[in-house]
């Protein structure tokens, strides 16, 4: 692994033996000073952009010549025609992009050869994160797309109303990515007498569709976060696609939900936000299960792990 830097008056970094943190930091400063591979789980759950204009074009699209591309993916191809052609379909999604494709970049530098990325965004975005991470990762390391449908929403009379997130799961290695089925909390058969008592008694794995409530506003989990995310459908992800011990990452934290799941299930955790009201929640949630600290680049000293 890369040597990272070590603690100090800029706060702590991470270690392989160290405790789990919350940092408060800007990620794009934060995540350069981790080493590459260090995480199983890498759960992204970053802003998503709805405040976008919405400018359609007409535009041609034009295949560049091989190797003129600003990225190679699967098969060796190009992707700067389709970043263009993307660019151009409105005023903002450029810098949309150029603030999230570098983290993801970092993202695939994480993750350990059996690491999976989960991305979650909704319908704005995720169709162009689809053609980003199949640059970034290769075709191949598509795992899946999960649609998590929830009861709350739009209510809308002249289209069909949004009620459903979704998360791209990409793996590093196709070959070796840690998944984990038996782990996973099952869900009843819809027609449980078709199938044997023990099966209809320990339950179908879940298939690409997650029928899962939102935070209640009354509820236990409640940290008053606005895009808090519950903990069943993150226990889910941790359980499937990392083991006990191993650490996972969250670089868009929020109300540290994968901290807080991660330590349920045994997992040590890095959770790094720059939102001063996200890292008082997190204090409150997380402090009796991780280093809390600020993080400061013009202070940091590097140095050995």
Not at 96 to 122: C, I, K, M, V
Not at 131 to 137: K, Q, S, T
Not at 165 to 180: G, T
Not at 283 to 291: K, N
Request: aromatic share 12%.
């Amino acid at each position: 692994m890369a040597a990272g830097g070590e603690g100090g008056p800029a706060g702590p970094l991470w270690s392989p033996s160290g405790s789990s943190l919350v940092v408060e930091a800007d990620n794009a400063g934060y995540l350069p000073t981790l080493p590459d591979g260090a995480f199983t789980l890498i759960y992204v759950d970053p802003p998503f952009n709805t405040g976008r204009s919405q400018r359609r074009q007409q535009t041609s699209m034009v295949r560049s010549a091989d190797g003129e591309g600003d990225r190679v993916g699967f098969k060796g191809r190009s992707y700067r025609t389709i970043r263009g052609m993307l660019a151009s379909y409105d005023d903002a999604f450029e810098d949309y992009w150029s603030f999230l494709e570098p983290r993801l970049a970092e993202a695939w530098r994480l993750l350990a050869e059996d690491g999976t990325l989960y991305l979650h965004l909704d319908y704005r975005e995720v169709h162009y994160a689809k053609v980003l991470l199949d640059a970034l990762f290769g075709r191949e390391c598509f795992l899946n797309e999960i649609i998590w449908a929830y009861d709350y929403g739009a209510r809308a009379r002249r289209r069909w109303p949004t009620k459903h997130d979704n998360i791209l799961v990409y793996v590093k290695n196709p070959a070796k990515y840690h998944f984990d089925s038996a782990a996973v909390d099952r869900e009843p058969y819809m027609a449980p007498g078709l199938v044997t008592p023990e099966k209809a008694a320990r339950g179908k794995l879940p298939t690409d569709v997650w029928w899962h409530t939102i935070v209640s506003p009354t509820g236990r989990e409640k940290t008053g976060y606005p895009t808090q995310k519950p903990e069943g459908l993150l226990r889910r992800i941790v359980a499937a696609s990392s083991r006990e011990g191993d650490w996972v990452l969250d670089f868009f934290a929020g109300s540290g939900t994968l901290g807080a799941v991660a330590a349920g299930l045994g997992r040590r955790f890095v959770c790094v936000d720059q939102n001063p009201q996200a890292i008082e929640i997190m204090r409150r949630r997380l402090g009796g299960h991780a280093t809390v600290a600020a993080f400061e680049p013009a202070l940091q000293q590097a140095g050995p792990v």
